[in-house]
C-alpha cells in the first residue's frame, strides 16, 4: 500500500555511470507508476532562486487590486499575466463544479520567442502568446526568468530518468522538450482565509494536472497540498527543506498507457483561525512539450494483450481545452 509519497535523491543522476543512473531512473519510474507524485531532492537547484523569486512575487500580490488588474489575463485559455480570485474552478476540467477557487494567480509562458512561423503561427496560439509583465516589483520578470532557466534544466534532467524508468532511450523525450516547448510557471497565491469561504470551496479543486509533468515548489503551512492515493484517501505532501514535488501530467499517463498516473490532488482550505500564518505562495512550473507532438502509446508501454487505451492526440488540443474549461470553456478537444 503506497501510504506517503516517496522521496528520490538525483544527485547522483547526472554524473553517474550507467548503473547508477538506471537505478535512479527506476526509483523515479516506480514512484510515478504507483502514486504519480514523488518529492525530488538532490535536484541541484540552488534554493536562494526559488526563495528571492518568492519576496517577488508575494510583493506583487501585495498591490492594490487596481494595480494588478492592469495586466489582467486577456482570455480565458491563456496563461498568462494576472488572473484575479474566482476566475478559475478547476474542478470542471473533469467535467465537475464548485465554487472557484480561492487563490489569485500570476502566469508566463516562454519568454524571447524567436520569429519563425513554429513561435509566430496562428498553430502557436495560445502556447506562445506574449507574456505580460507588471510595472512592479521590477525585480520580478528578471526573477521569474531565472526560475524559468533553472526549471528548464531540472525538466529535461528529470525527462531523461523518465525514459530511462520506461526501458527507451535516454534523449526519448528530448524532441518535445526542446527549445519549442510550451511549458508555463505559475506563482500560486492562496490568502489566509477572510471568513468567506462558500460550502465546497478549496484554494485548488480536486483535479489532474493536464501537462506533462508539473514540478512544484511549495510552502510548509497550513492549508496545503493533499494527494489521493489509489486506496482513495487524502494525505498531505511532505513540504520539506530545499526539495520540489514532481507529478505525472495526464500526456504523460496517456504516452505510457497508464503505467505512470496522473494522480487527483487538491489545495485544502486553512481553519478560519490560522491567521497570517496560513497565507501560502506556491510556484508551479507546468511542463508541456512541442504544441504539435502527437501523444500516443509508447512501445514499451503497450503489447498484445495490453493494447493502446487512448487514441493519438495532439498536444495542444488536449491540453488547451482541458485547461479553458477550469476558466470557464467547456469546448471539447479533437483526437487525430
Known amino acids: 500500500m503506497i501510504d506517503r509519497i516517496p522521496v528520490i ?20 519510474g516506480s514512484a510515478a507508476e504507483t502514486c504519480g507524485f514523488v518529492v525530488i531532492s538532490g535536484h541541484g537547484i540552488d534554493s536562494k532562486v526559488g526563495r528571492v523569486l518568492q519576496e517577488a512575487a508575494l510583493r506583487f500580490f501585495d498591490l492594490p487590486s487596481a494595480t494588478k488588474m492592469i495586466i489582467r489575463r486577456p482570455k480565458n485559455d491563456q496563461n498568462r499575466g494576472y488572473i484575479p480570485y474566482g476566475e478559475e474552478t478547476l474542478v470542471r476540467m473533469a467535467g465537475g463544479d464548485s465554487p472557484p477557487d480561492y487563490k489569485e494567480v500570476f502566469a508566463i509562458g516562454p519568454e524571447d520567442i524567436p520569429q519563425d512561423l513554429y513561435f509566430t503561427g496562428a498553430e502557436s496560439y495560445p502556447s506562445f502568446a506574449p507574456n505580460l509583465w507588471p510595472d512592479a516589483p521590477g525585480d520580478l520578470r528578471p526573477k521569474m526568468l531565472a526560475y524559468w532557466r533553472q526549471m528548464e534544466t531540472l525538466m529535461r534532467m528529470i525527462g531523461e530518468a523518465l525514459a530511462i524508468a520506461l526501458d527507451l532511450p535516454d534523449d526519448k523525450f528530448a524532441d518535445v522538450l526542446d527549445h519549442r516547448h510550451t511549458s508555463q510557471l505559475r506563482l ?26 508539473t514540478i512544484l515548489r511549495n510552502d510548509p503551512v497550513p492549508g496545503g497540498l493533499q494527494v489521493k492515493i489509489r486506496e ?27 503505467r505512470f498516473v496522473s494522480t487527483l490532488h487538491r489545495v485544502m482550505v486553512p481553519p478560519l483561525d490560522a491567521g497570517d500564518e496560513a497565507r501560502r505562495l506556491s510556484i508551479g512550473f507546468f511542463v508541456g512539450p512541442r504544441y504539435d507532438a502527437t501523444v500516443e502509446c509508447l512501445p514499451t508501454c503497450c503489447g498484445p494483450d495490453d493494447p493502446p487505451k487512448y487514441d493519438p492526440v495532439l498536444v495542444d488540443d488536449y491540453r488547451t481545452h482541458r485547461f479553458a474549461a477550469g476558466a470557464g470553456d467547456n469546448s471539447p478537444f479533437r483526437t487525430e
Not at 9 to 28: C, M
Request: hydrophobic share 35%; aromatic share 6%; charged share 25%.
Open 232 to 258: 482513495g484517501e487524502w494525505i498531505d505532501a511532505p513540504a520539506a527543506e530545499n526539495t520540489f514535488i514532481l507529478n505525472i501530467g495526464d500526456l504523460l499517463m496517456r504516452w505510457t498507457n497508464d
Open 188 to 213: 500560486l497565491h492562496y490568502p489566509p482565509p477572510a471568513g468567506d469561504i462558500e460550502p465546497g470551496q478549496l484554494r485548488a479543486g480536486e483535479h489532474s494536472d493536464v501537462g506533462m509533468m
Open 9 to 28: 535523491d538525483l544527485e547522483s543522476f547526472p554524473g553517474g555511470d550507467r548503473t547508477t543512473r538506471v537505478r535512479v531512473a527506476k526509483q523515479l
